[in-house]
């Protein structure tokens, strides 16, 4: 039975989002008369199973929301989690935050820490505390193949690294994320191009952020793919933003190139092995019983691959071997018709379930579009992803 079955009903609507004859992702969800500032709990509860049952959902209007009270709803969606930040608080980021730390300065609101700061460009004398910072964007560095800059420049560009919020080591993934659109980019469209040989692109305004759903992934799989799937599991490194933190991805955001450029395990230094993470290939949503394909393929060291939990798995280590496994699956649903680039306007906060989509980023160039401003939220979860089938405790 799903959640809100025990409780009244919502106090805010709820509309899927409205797609053209070209669009064929399943998923998302809009969602008005809503006031998180003063959200009841019943609502909370609601909005949780909206999210799970949506995917992604957009809050209107919530212009008037406070940083502590967007960090309040994300403690109160999962209660029994540790409260704090799912990569750790700043220092501990910035410490081990390897990738996605690195040439980055990582900045919570002053008085809501976790809450952070996601942008580009200059934010102002004194954005909620924040005082005369400029964001500087590195969403290219990530790709292995160059985005000249006069290209860049005349808004040529690409996804920057499709991932999802999780942490993959101590902490689980966060069930959810949130994020505030405080202030938005405006000019002409962009063009996003998947630059890999597929002659793929897709234009949107600048500053989104875009989707695909890993449970329509699932869904494109065979069945015999699925059999394997459902009872396989993958191990990911130790620290393994570090371990990749030299690596560059694939020109259309989606894995790594293969460079060798992998940490050692030495070179990663003291880690905890009961805390490195291993998680089944699939999640099931815990609201509508979809499966999704989850793998963080970028952050993943070993594959473990069976077809019945009697079965001895295949274990691959090679990491190209991984990659292409992975990737040969995941680039199924990598196409324009799958991708969800919700729109958003000021004061909106998107909320997506990390169990269920990835997501990116998309860069723009600053000139002609002016800064962007967004408050990024989540929890490590008190419970982790579950599979079809127990996964072996190692």
């Known amino acids: 039975m799903s959640p809100s079955a025990l409780t009244p009903h919502p106090g805010f609507d709820v509309q899927e989002f409205t797609k053209d004859t070209k669009e064929q992702f399943n998923f998302g969800a809009a969602i008005t008369g809503l006031n998180i500032n003063t959200i009841s709990d019943a609502d909370v509860q609601h909005l949780k199973d909206a999210i799970w049952t949506h995917k992604v959902v957009i809050v209107k209007g919530q212009k008037d929301l406070a940083p502590k009270k967007q960090w309040e709803l994300v403690k109160k969606f999962d209660p029994e989690a540790p409260h704090v930040h799912s990569h750790g608080d700043i220092k501990t980021f910035q410490a081990k935050g390897g990738m996605l730390s690195k040439k980055r300065e990582v900045v919570g609101i002053p008085g809501a820490e976790n809450v952070r700061l996601i942008g580009k460009g200059y934010q102002g004398a004194d954005s909620y505390g924040i005082k005369d910072m400029t964001v500087t964007g590195l969403s290219h ?61 897709m234009q949107c305004p600048p500053g989104l952020t875009a989707f695909f759903s890993t449970s329509q992934l699932y869904s494109m799989l065979t069945p015999e793919e699925q059999q394997i799937a459902d009872h396989s599991w993958a191990e990911y490194w130790p620290h393994p933003y570090m371990a990749i ?16 450029k992998e940490h050692t395990l ?60 992975i990737s040969d699956i995941q680039l199924r649903v990598l196409k324009p018709q799958y991708i969800c ?54």
Not at 247 to 252: D, F, H, L, V
Not at 273 to 297: C, D, M
Not at 311 to 317: A, D, F, K
Not at 383 to 388: D, E, N, Q, S, T
Request: net charge negative; hydrophobic share 35%.
């Open 141 to 201: 560095d990530f790709h292995a193949k160059d985005l000249p800059d006069d290209e860049f420049q005349a808004g040529h560009t690409r996804f920057q690294r499709w991932h999802i919020d999780a942490p993959l080591y101590d902490r689980e993934p966060a069930w959810f994320t949130t994020l505030r659109c405080v202030k938005k980019p405006s000019g002409d469209d962009v063009t996003v191009a998947w630059d890999d040989g597929t002659a793929y692109s």
């Open 245 to 260: 933190e030299h690596c560059k991805g694939n020109a259309n955001g989606l894995g790594l190139v293969n460079q060798g």
């Open 266 to 325: 030495e070179e990663l230094g003291e880690y905890n092995e009961s805390k490195i993470k291993r998680y089944p290939l699939v999640w099931v949503n815990p609201v509508t019983g979809e499966k999704a394909f989850q793998v963080h393929g970028i952050t993943v060291r070993k594959l473990f691959l069976r077809s019945s939990q009697d079965q001895v798995p295949r274990v691959l280590e090679d990491l190209a071997e991984i990659r292409k496994f």
């Open 341 to 394: 680039m919700p729109r958003v306007e000021e004061g909106d906060i998107v909320m997506w379930d990390n169990y269920g989509v990835f997501h990116t980023a998309i860069d723009y160039p600053l000139e002609g579009h002016g800064p962007r401003t967004m408050h990024q939220a989540n929890i490590g979860a008190s419970r982790g992803p579950v599979g079809p089938h127990p996964i072996p405790v190692a």
